[in-house]
Structure formats: C-alpha cells, structure tokens
C-alpha cells in the first residue's frame, strides 16, 4: 500500500485547507483499513490529529483540532481527506496521512501504523 498527500500550503490564522491522500496499491484492502493523520512540528514529536474506521461511521479527532477539523474518506476513490478550518498558527506542522488493516484502540499511537505518505506540509501565518 501506498500513500501520497497533498494539499498542504500557506494560509493566515482563521483559513481553511483540505488536505487529501490517495491510497493506491490494494484497491480491495482499503474497504477494510482504518486511516489517519499526524502531524509533525519542527523540533517536536509526531503527534495524532484523526483517524477514521473503514465504516467511515467513527471519527476520533484530538481534542485541539476538535471542532475545527474533520477527517473523511472516500473508499470508491481510495482517498482520505483532513478538512481544516480556523486554522491557527500552532498548527503549522509537516502532516502525514497513515494506515493499517484493522482498528486498533491504540490508534493515536503513531507506532500502530503501518504505512506512512510522505507529508505535506502546513504553515499558518500570524
């Protein structure tokens, strides 16, 4: 499996970006795979912002981004999304959408994941 995300940019406080992430490899496999977002901040550790069941009926988001971000997906084309509003500057962050097979309750351990994009990076300006 692989996975590749774009979208990221520039943006002031209070603007929205979507992020997206294309799954390919498996196309059968991804009806059953849980997905994610991390986000890394330069000098800090790589924490959880959402992740999404294959159902696509449970979210999870961490409790800064509550509110204001929201994971989806879309499995007929093989594509997770991180929809980002009122953005602020201590969201500026390389960010990395990630997947595994099944659901874990560990999900917002990045070390549960097994596959990884290549990230994109976020920068919010003040």
């Known amino acids: 499996v692989q996975l590749q995300a774009f979208g990221g940019g520039l943006v002031q406080t209070g603007g929205s970006l979507r992020l997206s992430c294309a799954v390919t490899?498996?196309?059968?496999?991804?009806?059953?795979?849980?997905l994610a977002w991390f986000r890394q901040a330069p000098g800090k550790a790589r924490e959880f912002v959402a992740a999404i069941r294959s159902t696509s009926t449970s979210t999870y988001h961490t409790d800064s981004v509550k509110g204001r971000f929201t994971i989806s997906r879309d499995n007929a084309k093989g594509t997770v999304y991180l929809q980002m509003n009122s953005l602020k500057p201590d969201d500026t962050a390389v960010y990395f959408c990630a997947a595994r097979g099944y659901w874990t309750l560990a999900y917002s351990s990045s070390s549960q994941w097994t596959s990884w994009g290549q990230g994109t990076q976020v920068t919010v300006s003040s």
């Open positions: 490899g498996s196309t059968s496999s991804i009806y059953t795979m849980s």
